[in-house]
């Protein structure tokens, strides 16, 4: 964030942005599909697309071996899970591993597990990085700021969940 608040986008946050709305991306979307999913994935939709006009350039369209490259890195990116993906709510399996004495070891490789695919996302989105600066070339240091998406008409604030009402709630 700049000092008047805005936040800076450069070409990691394009990045973000692609694999944020890649349709492979279920990360911050419910098990059952809400309105609250629908917004998100509009907004992220929106935020993508309005950072590929700034940035010049269209990723879904990327033709090519490098582009080829590209979608699958994000792809193998996004693949990436833990033994808990999945689980909204892990209450009587954290209950079961706690009773059958099995709840250090499992949480230590699942710790381990967490912190190499970490590693593994930095370096995908290292990969993603070197191809898009090759595409971007004389454009690929450029900074846009929340006034440039906001001069295109792109809300860059995510939809809140304490908005919406989720089946769950009584």
Same mark, same amino acid.
């Given at each position: 964030? %700049?000092?008047t608040?805005d936040?800076?986008? &450069?070409?990691?946050a394009?990045i ?6 890649? !349709? %492979? @991306?279920?990360?911050g979307?419910? &098990?059952?599909p809400s309105a609250?999913?629908? %917004?998100? /994935? ?6 993508? %697309? ?6 010049a350039?269209d ?10 490259l590209?979608? $699958?890195?994000?792809r193998?990116?996004?693949a990436? /899970?833990?033994?808990? $993906?999945?689980?909204s709510d892990?209450?009587l399996l954290i209950?079961?591993?706690e ?14 597990i967490?912190?190499l @695919? ?8 290292t990969v993603?990085d ?9 454009? *690929?240091g450029?900074?846009f *700021? $929340? ?10 604030? !995510?939809? @809140?969940?304490? &908005?919406?009402a989720?089946?769950f709630?009584?």
């Open positions: 964030m %700049d000092p608040g936040v800076q986008y &450069d070409r990691r394009l973000e942005a692609y694999l944020a709305a890649h !349709p %492979d @991306n279920a990360d979307y419910g &098990d059952q609250y999913d629908a %917004d998100l /994935r509009a907004y992220r939709m929106q935020l993508f %697309d309005g950072l590929q006009t700034l940035f350039v990723l879904r369209r990327w033709s090519g071996t490098l582009g080829l590209f979608q $699958s890195t994000a193998s990116c996004l990436a /899970r833990t033994p808990w $993906s999945g689980f892990a209450t209950q079961e591993l009773e059958s004495g099995l709840r250090h070891a499992v949480y230590q490789a699942s710790g381990e967490t912190e @695919n970490g590693r593994a996302r930095a370096a995908h989105v993603l070197t191809l898009l600066c090759h595409l971007l070339g004389e454009r *690929s450029l900074v *700021s $929340s006034a440039d998406l906001r001069a295109w008409g792109i809300n860059e604030i !995510p939809p @809140n969940p304490a &908005d919406y989720f089946a709630e009584s």
